[in-house]
């Protein structure tokens, strides 16, 4: 005999703790944090460590503002699509009253870590970002237009320029061909995904590129993306950030995304799509590690 039971609630604490997108946080939290120890030349010291600390903390607040920010906007399309329906917001666990305060009070507590605690330039620079994801992406640039994943990527671009200003109070070159290396990644990133799931954007009436341009001309487009991914990765070895070991890992994982993506070109399925998706997880997390063992090794 089999007993068919509803799984059990989320705790209230689960479904705001849901909101902030934990998956995302952590890889915004690791790109800032990648920033972060590329300013400090040498091993740091304890002061650092702190300082960086409280910075992530900071980053991880304003994040997590937005990401909830974004759930009470999505919420309607969050509830048509698989991926997303299980969000407390599209579910109507939470109203967006709750959320909305919710979202205030983390951007409010972040912000306020960020300006007092590490530096004023930082906490702009991160108050712009959550401005640049949550509204002008979130809220205009998503519905409107197939290119809303390549001019929103700013705002995913940003965490390890944010890192970079936590530790040094300035923006300089290193962190722009950071920013520039995920702003190229994001959309071969993203696109790999929306191939996969093209019927669940369809659905949500959301113009994302497989949508509105169809699968070839999609693919087409992650195989460009990742040429100049590739051209981007290299700029740190050539700006005198990093050195041979860098390099060679660099060079390697982005002719891997080249071959992923000329595949995908040539014999499209859901199943390569999906791979391609989860080896861009690869790359991005791979490359900054390098970065951080050539910064310390050699």
């Not at 944090?33 to 400090?40: F, H, K, P």
């Not at 070159?173 to 990133?189: G, N, R």
Request: hydrophobic fraction near 55%.
């Amino acid at each position: 005999m089999t007993v068919d039971m509803a799984a059990p609630k989320p705790s209230v604490l689960a479904q705001f703790h849901a909101l902030t997108k934990p998956r995302v946080i952590q890889l915004i939290v690791f790109c800032a944090l990648i920033g972060m120890v590329l300013a400090v030349p040498g091993a740091p010291t304890a002061a650092q460590v702190l300082h960086a600390a409280v910075a992530c903390f900071g980053i991880y607040l304003v994040a997590g503002a937005a990401a909830a920010f974004n759930c009470i906007v999505e919420k309607g399309i969050d509830a048509k699509m698989k991926r997303t329906a299980w969000r407390p917001t599209a579910r109507g666990e939470l109203s967006d009253t709750q959320t909305l305060i919710f979202s205030a009070m983390l951007c409010a507590a972040g912000s306020a870590i960020l300006y007092f605690w590490v530096n004023p330039l930082t906490m702009w620079l991160t108050f712009a970002t959550f401005v640049g994801y949550a509204v002008i992406y979130t809220v205009i640039l998503k519905p409107l237009t197939p290119q809303n994943i390549v001019i929103g990527g700013a705002s995913g671009a940003m965490p390890p320029v944010l890192g970079w200003s936590a530790m040094t109070g300035d923006v300089g070159p290193e962190a722009l061909i950071l920013f520039l290396i995920i702003f190229l990644w994001t959309p071969p990133h993203f696109w790999a995904l929306a191939l996969y799931r093209v019927e669940d954007y369809r659905k949500s009436g959301l113009p994302m590129l497989p949508v509105t341009h169809g699968s070839e001309f999609t693919r087409l487009q992650i195989l460009l993306y990742t040429f100049m991914l590739l051209a981007a990765c290299l700029l740190p070895f050539v700006y005198g950030m990093s050195s041979w070991l860098y390099l060679v890992v660099a060079v390697g994982l982005s002719l891997g995304f080249c071959w992923y993506a000329v595949r995908l070109l040539r014999h499209y399925s859901d199943e390569l799509a999906r791979a391609t998706f989860r080896f861009s997880l690869i790359h991005l997390s791979v490359l900054f590690a390098a970065l951080l063992l050539d910064h310390y090794l050699l």
